[in-house]
């Protein structure tokens, strides 16, 4: 399990309310850092888990869950004034 900062749930909740789309993907960016890579969709696939939080669904390829336990899901502006979602 893995907790969601108010600042994450703000924007996550005004992206799902600009969409028809029911689910939250996490997947980790191929990088060095943890930056995550977060795309809605509309349904789950076979290998995937599904974590409810804060009455949002969130989804996670089985093979990357262990990424996301017991960690953080924040949304920060980086250095540029560009904003995305960490893991810490």
């Avoid at 996550?12 to 309310?17: D, V």
Wanted: proline letters at 2%.
């Amino acid at each position: 399990m893995f907790i969601v900062t108010s600042a994450a749930k703000e924007e996550l909740q005004n992206r799902l309310n600009s969409t028809d789309d029911r689910f939250i993907r996490l997947q980790m960016r191929k990088s060095c850092f943890m930056k995550v890579r977060l795309t809605l969709e509309e349904s789950i696939q076979p290998n995937d888990t599904e974590v409810i939080l804060n009455e949002m669904h969130f989804i996670i390829d089985k093979r990357e869950y262990h990424y996301f336990n017991q960690k953080t899901l924040d949304f920060l502006p980086d250095t540029t004034g560009f904003k995305q979602f960490e893991i810490i």
